[in-house]
Nanobody
Framework: VQLVESGGGSVQAGGSLKLSCQAS????????VAWFRQAPGEEREGVAA????????TYADSVKGRFTISKDNDKDTLYLQMNSLKPEDTAMYFC???????????????????WGQGTQVTVS
C-alpha cells in the first residue's frame, strides 16, 4: 500500500484547507484510514479516522466541528476538509491505513502499518 498526501500549505487563521491522500496497492478496500498530525517537538496524534466498513468516523476533540474526514472509494482517495483553522493546527499531516483496526482504536498511531510522507500545514 502506498499513500501520497497533498493539499497542505500556508493559510491565515480562520481559513480552510483540504488535504488529499491518494492510495494505491490496495488488494481490498476494507481498510481503516486516518489522518494524523505531528507538530515540531510533539508526539504524532490522531486527528480523524474512518473504519474499514465506512460506518464509523471519529475525531480528536480538538478538531470536532471544524474538520471533516471523507473518502472516495472509486478514486481510492482520502480527504480531510479543515475549516476555521487555528495556529495550533500547524503541523505535518500524515494519512495512514490498515486493514485490522478496531473502531475503538482508530486514532491510535500504533494500529497503522501504512503511512504517507506527510504534507505541511501552517496556520498563522
Amino acid at each position: 500500500v502506498q499513500l501520497v498526501e497533498s493539499g497542505g500549505g500556508s493559510v491565515q487563521a480562520g481559513g480552510s484547507l483540504k488535504l488529499s491522500c491518494q492510495a494505491s496497492g490496495y488488494t481490498s478496500r476494507r481498510y481503516a484510514v486516518a489522518w494524523f498530525r505531528q507538530a515540531p517537538g510533539e508526539e504524532r496524534e490522531g486527528v480523524a479516522a474512518i473504519d474499514s466498513d465506512s460506518t464509523t468516523t471519529t475525531y480528536a476533540d480538538s478538531v470536532k466541528g471544524r474538520f471533516t474526514i471523507s473518502k472516495d472509494n472509486d478514486k481510492d482517495t482520502l480527504y480531510l476538509q479543515m475549516n476555521s483553522l487555528k495556529p495550533e493546527d500547524t503541523a505535518m499531516y500524515f494519512c495512514a491505513a490498515d486493514r485490522l483496526v478496531y473502531s475503538c482504536n482508530l486514532l491510535l498511531m500504533n494500529e497503522y502499518r501504512h503511512w504517507g510522507q506527510g504534507t505541511q500545514v501552517t496556520v498563522s
